[in-house]
């Protein structure tokens, strides 16, 4: 799956405070991603974000 910098995720769960979309801010073997909705930042496994995936949008 080719995610870069700056592409913004529309996951299959959304966070607690509603939103599905996730701004990606660092890529790796783990990626750290920035919630649209309320700006909260968290740092999860490739797998577990290529898994729950379900748009990818650039930016």
């Known amino acids: 799956m080719d995610i870069q ?6 996951m299959k769960k959304p966070h607690p405070c509603g939103s599905q979309e996730w701004e990606v801010l660092r890529v790796g073997m ?3 991603l920035k919630c649209r909705g309320c700006g909260r930042q968290v740092m999860l496994a490739r797998r577990l974000v290529e898994k729950n995936v379900r748009e990818i949008h650039r930016e």
């Open 30 to 32: 783990d990626f750290r």
């Open 5 to 10: 910098v700056g592409d913004v995720l529309r």
